[in-house]
T-cell receptor
Framework: EAAVTQSPRSKVAVTGGKVTLSCHQT?????MYWYRQDTGHGLRLIHY???????EKGDIPDGYKASRPSQENFSLILELASLSQTAVYFC?????????????FGAGTRLSVL | AQKVTQTQTSISVMEKTTVTMDCVYE???????LFWYKQTASGEIVFLIR??????ENATVGHYSLNFQKPKSSIGLIITATQIEDSAVYFCAMSAGTGGYKVVFGSGTRLLVSP
């Protein structure tokens, strides 16, 4: 069974609208991450969290907010979606103490902003 | 700042041969971890293998092995006896520093294995 579950798997949003991407993990991991994948750019870190009710900015946080209401759940929020935010978004979890930050990924969410 | 660079955009090999994918990294930290991940055609990203910076021995898992050259800040992925299902995009990544919370990825190398 999938240990990191993302929803929705795909979404079409309108420019200027609000988008929320959700991630749920059953790995009992402390760390959770949101990455963005664009063709030719690999994976770029948007936000991450190592404890509930706390989030940290990654390398490309502008235009995104994150929320970690519990250990299991981590959301990515686009308050005002823009065309440039069309991409595939991946959530991941990790356990620093056990596996030295080996990441376990969800299946990804394909977001198209029109 | 951490940086991971993969200069090979794509590689094509014949089945059952050996392939090496290159990766160089930059970090100011003395302790770090290096990873290789595989992204399949379906988009799924899975962890393959890890090298801890303080270990001199190259990591090996199944038909994946690493060529860790610390003085050159290089971590190559070697796949022996390649199979058709090894066709995928391979990402190099690094976690460094106190806590090592951030994991930085390279841009990926696409591998095509032909029969």
């Amino acid at each position: 069974e999938a240990a990191v579950t993302q929803s929705p798997r795909s979404k079409v949003a309108v420019t200027g609208g609000k988008v929320t991407l959700s991630c749920h993990q059953t790995n009992n991991h402390d760390y959770m991450y949101w990455y963005r994948q664009d063709t030719g750019h690999g994976l770029r870190l948007i936000h991450y969290s190592y404890v509930a009710d706390s989030t940290e900015k990654g390398d490309i946080p502008d235009g995104y907010k994150a929320s970690r209401p519990s250990q299991e759940n981590f959301s990515l929020i686009l308050e005002l979606a823009s065309l440039s935010q069309t991409a595939v978004y991946f959530c991941a979890s990790s356990d620093w103490g056990v596996s030295q930050n080996t990441l376990y990924f969800g299946a990804g969410t394909r977001l198209s902003v029109l | 700042a951490q940086k991971v660079t993969q200069t090979q955009t794509s590689i094509s090999v014949m089945e059952k041969t050996t392939v090496t994918m290159d990766c160089v990294y930059e970090t100011q930290d003395s302790s770090y971890f290096l990873f290789w991940y595989k992204q399949t055609a379906s988009g799924e990203i899975v962890f393959l293998i890890r090298q801890d910076s303080y270990k001199k021995e190259n990591a090996t898992v199944g038909h994946y092995s690493l060529n860790f050259q610390k003085p050159k800040s290089s971590i190559g992925l070697i796949i022996t006896a390649t199979q058709i299902e090894d066709s995928a995009v391979y990402f190099c990544a690094m976690s460094a520093g106190t806590g090592g919370y951030k994991v930085v990825f390279g841009s990926g190398t696409r591998l095509l294995v032909s029969p």
